[in-house]
């Protein structure tokens, strides 16, 4: 517990003080002197009076040195008893500045009624409804935000994420959700436009690759059949799929797409209550995440997120600090409009406040007396000096001007009453 330069400077100032509180005892015991000198040569009653007046300020100023000086170190280096108190009972006060702390500074109703008397919620409502304060908000709030993103390690963000999705993956049933869904594609029709572009993009593709299609036909045929028997037949097979793809492309009530509207209604249906198709699902859901290509997807996850965040976080036009700020202001406005939400606000404060003061209390207070038990006594009776020992020597003074009031009276009654 070094002392400061401010500290030095309070020193020189209370020893200015104790030159000035000496000098009163001296001005005291000089006048002493000089009325006692007055009286045995025949001055008059007089001095008298002013003997008495200078003798007990003398004494009143000797007793306040005596008392000033006990509380930092012993008078004179004298072993008296219940001296130098701050040095010797400086543990013992550090516990009672720790119990007078929590007593009455830490107690849940102190807390509750100073904090219901500030209005946090009516004065943060306001502060937050300020432009300029919602945009400082958000930049400390995008600054913090960057600088916990920069900190995390990759790696191990990327295998928390990772085995979070894994497992959530593997705890839930994807096929009764996966019926529901496409029962609600098909009763919708939401289907009927993958069909069309499926159709139209098989229609061009077989027009475009005729002889590719009527290739695989003839290589297929018996190696005894005649080759113009299988051209033939290769022409036929083509033209008849192109006819067949070409009405399903045109016919939106073809019977092949009116039986794959049958297919999937009922194939939604095994999904969510037949126990094969589901349990094949959930196969096939393992197998899928058990792939290589599937977990570098999940672990790749994080660079995406982190990197659209920092992004976000670093221009101050984006969608994510904009509709920040947009949500500090709105914020603010209700609550400074709305008496409600200020006290739902005050309580959440004044709730979070008492917890924090009733359960840390002990920890607290143990902090106050472990601190200054911690100090060197010495050192802590110079701070201490530092700080009030200017103050006190005004105590001095006051016992010597006192005193000798206090003297002149007693002289003055006694005389009066002794005739």
Request: proline residues 3%; neutral net charge; hydrophobic residues 45%.
């Amino acid at each position: 517990m070094a002392l400061t330069a401010a500290d030095e400077e309070r020193r020189r100032g209370v020893r200015r003080m104790k030159l000035i509180a000496t000098g009163f005892l001296l001005t005291a015991t000089v006048v002493y002197a000089l009325a006692k000198w007055a009286g045995a040569s025949g001055a008059g009653a007089w001095s008298g009076y002013v003997a008495a007046a200078a003798e007990a300020g003398m004494v009143g100023a000797l007793a306040d040195w005596f008392a000033v000086t006990a509380l930092f170190k012993r008078p004179l280096g004298l072993p008296i008893p219940h001296t130098a108190i701050i040095p010797t009972k400086k543990d013992v006060l550090g516990r009672s500045l720790g119990d007078f702390v929590g007593e009455n500074f830490l107690s849940a109703q102190v807390v509750r009624t100073r904090l219901r008397a500030v209005g946090i919620g009516a004065r943060a409502g306001a502060w937050l409804a300020e432009p300029d304060h919602a945009d400082r908000v958000t930049e400390q709030a995008a600054a913090a935000l960057r600088g916990a993103l920069t900190v995390m390690r990759d790696s191990d963000v990327r295998a928390v994420v990772g085995e979070a999705i894994t497992r959530r993956a593997e705890g839930v049933e994807i096929a009764p959700g996966l019926g529901r869904t496409l029962e609600r594609i098909v009763t919708d029709g939401g289907h009927h436009r993958i069909v069309d572009l499926v159709c139209a993009r098989g229609y061009d593709w077989l027009v475009a690759h005729d002889d590719s299609v009527m290739h695989a036909v003839q290589g297929g045929a018996p190696g005894w059949t005649p080759r113009f028997v299988d051209r033939r037949i290769g022409e036929r097979v083509y033209r008849e799929l192109v006819r067949f793809v070409r009405e399903m492309r045109d016919m939106p009530q073809h019977p092949a797409r009116q039986a794959l509207d049958r297919f999937l209604g009922d194939f939604a249906g095994e999904l969510r209550t037949d126990p094969d198709t589901r349990e094949r699902v959930e196969r096939l859901k393992r197998d899928l995440l058990a792939r290589d290509e599937v977990q570098d997807l999940i672990n790749s996850t994080w660079n995406a997120v982190r990197s659209t965040v920092v992004s976000a976080a670093d221009d101050d036009r984006s969608q994510l600090r904009l509709r920040v700020r947009a949500s500090l202001l709105g914020l603010g406005a209700r609550m400074a409009a709305d008496p409600a939400l200020r006290a739902k606000v005050d309580g959440w404060v004044e709730e979070a406040a008492v917890y924090v003061v009733t359960t840390y209390r002990d920890e607290i207070t143990s902090l106050i007396s472990e601190t200054v038990a911690g100090w060197d006594a010495e050192q802590t009776s110079r701070k201490i000096e530092a700080h009030v020992g200017r103050d006190l020597q005004f105590i001095r003074i006051n016992g010597t001007v006192v005193g000798a009031l206090a003297g002149l009276v007693i002289y003055a009654v006694s005389r009066l009453v002794g005739g």
